[in-house]
């Protein structure tokens, strides 16, 4: 995310680095090149201009302090600013009526039924409500089918009428529904089209006018840098909404509409979307994306991601398995499964403080457990859960199986089985579970 604007602001911290102090002179070519990073990230020139005015301001008025340096100073400041920028702090969705309407808009392709879907899912798991999803895209028939698809895999209801061609009717209907089945939270996916219109916007308008909405949430394509903020502009002035959802932040964005949305609509960016996996929604943090943004990590929401799969109760039951030099394949497995429930590898791995930058240019895809995966998988029962059966011939047989060299069969079984060696040091030393269950 935001790579090259990451790389940027990083190389002009680094023409700081070396000097004593802060200076009227060293302070203008680095803020120089903080504006040019911005503006090749998507920035509108004025948007950066004003920025860097503020960054250097008050990197003039900073008293020298002999234990930090220039150089980081300058990056505390430009990060205060990148999260001041966004927002300040997170912004709460206002789900408190009973049932809340929220309404979505956005362009067609934005991401709005995904994100309608990953949303449903979001307040059913981490807000215990009961949603109600509700299909008003009235002209792509297809557009229902979707929404039902994913309604399915989280297990929310969606509400339809494929023959009704009023949206209005549509989300009045859907909502006297949830009303008489106790649906705490009804979610209107309404539709887009390719560009802003005028038949568009009146039909969400009236919707609007309609079911008066709790919430109004935008949804944008990232990747559309400028053309988001001006689609975002177009969308509030009917509109009115209430947050901004930005989508697809895991593509290859240069951060433009990310950084400028909130400033020039002045409405707050609620959620991020980062792929097209249901249970990958991140509320926004202002302050988490400045760090990322400068190559600090985000390690708050790494945290709260594994958090959020692995449980108590799972990890006493791993534990126990470690104190007893039990972890075999089957544990293994599981614990892969947990991890790519968590996102995309790449995504989780530049969340850790300066590995993003480190891998960079490397392509980690999310198959890159698929060979460890076919191999266990060709193992039988008994052999996952008592990985000592392994002799070579099971290890040719396995390697078949699952379409590997025997080299990689035997690669991977030593490094297993120095994971478990490694675990028996670790309960010597009586470490074992307690720093797993610490995670979980
Ligand atoms: P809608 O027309 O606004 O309802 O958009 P969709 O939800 O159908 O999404 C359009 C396309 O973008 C689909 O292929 C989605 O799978 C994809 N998509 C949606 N959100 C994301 C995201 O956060 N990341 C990525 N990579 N793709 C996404």
């Known amino acids: 995310m935001f790579e090259s604007l990451s790389e940027r602001l990083d190389s002009a911290f680094k023409q700081l680095k070396g000097e004593g102090r802060i200076s009227e002179i060293n302070v203008a070519s680095t ?17 950066a201009k004003d920025f860097t005015d503020r960054v250097r301001e008050k990197a003039l008025g900073e008293k ?34 009973n049932p809340s309407v929220i ?31 509700v299909a008003a895209d009235i002209y792509r028939p297809a557009a229902i089918d979707q929404l039902k698809v ?54 969400v308008a009236n919707v609007k006018a309609a079911v008066k909405p709790n919430e109004i949430l935008f949804v944008v394509d990232s990747m559309t840098g400028q053309d988001a903020v001006n689609t ?23 951060g433009g509409a990310a950084l400028t949305i909130k400033y020039t609509v002045e409405k707050p960016i609620k959620f991020v979307s980062m792929g097209e996996k249901l249970d990958t929604l991140d509320v926004f943090y202002p302050e988490r994306m400045a760090q990322r943004i ?14 959020a799969q692995f449980n108590e109760e799972q990890a006493k039951k791993l534990e126990k398995k470690i104190r007893q030099n039990q972890f075999d394949f089957d544990d293994f497995r ?20 300066g590995i993003g930058k480190a891998i960079k240019d490397i392509d980690i895809s999310d198959d890159a457990f698929k060979g460890i995966e076919a191999i266990i998988g060709s193992m039988t029962p008994a052999e996952r859960s008592n990985p000592d059966l392994i002799d070579g011939s099971r290890r040719r047989r396995i390697a078949k199986g699952a379409g590997k060299d025997i080299q990689d069969v035997n690669q991977f079984m030593k490094q297993f089985e120095q994971m ?14 307690r720093g797993l269950r610490a995670m979980g």
């Open 31 to 47: 803020v120089k090149e903080i504006r040019r990073a911005l503006v090749d990230a998507d920035v509108n020139y004025k948007i």
């Open 64 to 97: 020298v302090i002999t234990a930090i340096s220039p150089g980081q100073l300058m990056v505390k400041i430009v990060k205060d600013e990148l999260a001041e920028l966004m927002g300040g702090t997170e912004a709460e969705l206002d789900i408190k009526a």
């Open 103 to 133: 309404l979505i808009a956005g362009l067609q392709g934005s991401g709005k039924t995904t994100f309608s879907g990953k949303l449903a899912n979001f307040l059913k798991t981490k807000k215990g409500k009961k949603p109600l999803l």
């Open 150 to 203: 994913l309604g399915e895999q989280i297990g929310v209801e969606v509400y339809s009428e494929p023959e009704n061609k009023d949206a209005v009717k549509i989300a009045q209907n859907a909502i006297a529904q949830a009303k008489q089945n106790g649906n705490t939270v009804v979610i209107i996916d309404t539709a887009g089209r390719l560009a802003v219109d005028e038949a568009m916007m009146t039909e």
């Open 232 to 254: 975002a502009k177009a969308f509030n002035e009917r509109l009115d909404f209430s947050g901004v959802v930005l989508t697809k932040l895991d593509g290859d964005t240069r």
């Open 294 to 307: 400068l190559g600090m990590g985000d390690i708050t929401t790494l945290v709260e991601r594994a958090q």
């Open 334 to 353: 599981e614990q892969l499964n947990q991890i790519k429930k968590m996102g995309n590898l790449k995504d989780l791995m530049g969340m850790i403080p």
């Open 420 to 433: 478990r060696q490694m675990m028996k040091q670790m309960n010597k030393f009586g470490a074992g579970g």
